[in-house]
């Protein structure tokens, strides 16, 4: 399979908290987490050989020596030979070497910025019925360091780091909920809740209904069952935060501030301007299956949450125990390559959700000490 993977960053400012709870444990359309602990399985071959029938093959190498190039060989070559500055000659194996190289690092220059997650690309071969594609995955599992947004202790007032108001981090945390998941493989507290009430309560999301569901389903009695069980108490949980009318408008926010949620607005519109076809982070997930038959088994759950551990580890712990046993949904996009335009497409769409995701990393690494 041809991946390319960018280095992680020795020690980013926001990182990935792998601590859900006991376990290393979206607000896509449709949601879909990480299994970087296994290899994926793919149900049409993925290859890390690339090649292209216009890319010049030395004649003095005959064809029976290698095998004949692949259909996404073929179709990558052409988007790499018009590329291509050099004129000389490669063997077939030099070929798709060339190709590789001159691939990875386009993808890399593109997603080196971002640094919070790590992402793959994979290429799939295709066949009779089915054109090759690229996928975007994500390697990463566990909870986003939310840093600055999540510092609530007034004790942290320290001459290290200062507690941004209430207002500044509730608008914060509202803005990456609402645009972070139609790129990444990440949930939130709605899709927690949702998967707490199919876990729990039979999928009822009223406390009658979730009561009534512990009784007649789990046998509780019924004067036991507390309210911090019910849906409504898991959302008194919240922290302030996380509550989207504690929000501050942009007027009432230092400059710095302000203009970074608006840059992670704009990069959002730019990204929901995107169409299916030649984009990077389009999720079906009935097509994924096709290129990956092994995710059908995974949790449909992303392998991401803005969700806080320190509020909620239990809760996270239940929703993430079948994808820590069979693997979290942790595609990101899926692209068909039905002509060698479409990598064209591909890399600029690619480029558009990278863009968005390095405006949240940057409203991440806001410094409220420094305003």
Not at 242 to 254: R, S
Request: hydrophobic residues 40%.
């Amino acid at each position: 399979m041809m991946m390319a993977t960018p280095a992680a960053a020795p020690s980013p400012p926001a990182a990935i908290r792998n601590r859900l709870s006991t376990r290393a444990s979206s607000s896509r359309p449709a949601s879909r987490p990480t299994r970087s602990r296994r290899p994926p399985a793919c149900g049409l071959r993925p290859s890390a050989d690339l090649a292209g029938a216009s890319v010049g093959l030395s004649p003095d190498v005959p064809a029976a020596f290698d095998t004949p190039l692949a259909a996404h060989h073929k179709l990558l070559g052409r988007w790499a030979a018009a590329r291509e500055t050099s004129a000389e000659l490669y063997t077939r194996h030099e070929v798709r070497r060339r190709i590789e190289t001159m691939f990875d690092e386009a993808v890399l220059d593109i997603l080196r910025p971002f640094e919070i997650a790590s992402l793959r690309v994979s290429v799939f071969t295709g066949n009779e019925m089915m054109p090759p594609a690229i996928a975007v995955i994500c390697d990463s599992v566990g909870e986003i360091d939310l840093g600055w947004i999540a510092k609530d202790n007034v004790l942290a007032n320290t001459t290290f780091f200062t507690v941004a108001p209430l207002g500044w981090r509730a608008a914060a945390y509202k803005e990456l909920v609402g645009t972070w998941g139609s790129v990444l493989p990440v949930f939130g507290f709605d899709e927690m809740l949702e998967e707490l009430s199919a876990y729990y309560w039979d999928s009822e999301t009223s406390d009658e209904g979730a009561r009534q569901a512990m009784i007649d389903w789990h046998g509780a009695d019924p004067d036991d069952v507390d309210v911090g069980q019910l849906p409504s108490g898991g959302r008194a949980r919240r922290p302030d935060w996380m509550l989207a009318e504690n929000a501050a408008p942009l007027k009432d926010m230092p400059p710095e501030l302000s203009a970074k949620i608006r840059r992670l607005r704009k990069a959002y519109q730019a990204v929901r301007a995107l169409g299916p076809e030649g984009n990077a982070w389009f999720f079906d997930f009935n097509r994924n299956v096709e290129y990956m038959p092994n995710i059908e088994d995974c949790s449909h759950l992303p392998s991401l949450t803005l969700v806080p551990a320190d509020h909620f580890a239990q809760e996270l712990d239940d929703v993430g125990r079948h994808g820590m046993e069979y693997g979290f949904m942790d595609v990101a996009g899926l692209c068909e390559l039905t002509d060698a335009s479409k990598v064209d497409d591909w890399f600029a769409s690619l480029k558009v959700g990278t863009e968005m995701l390095v405006a949240a990393q940057d409203l991440l690494n806001f410094d409220p000490g420094k305003r």
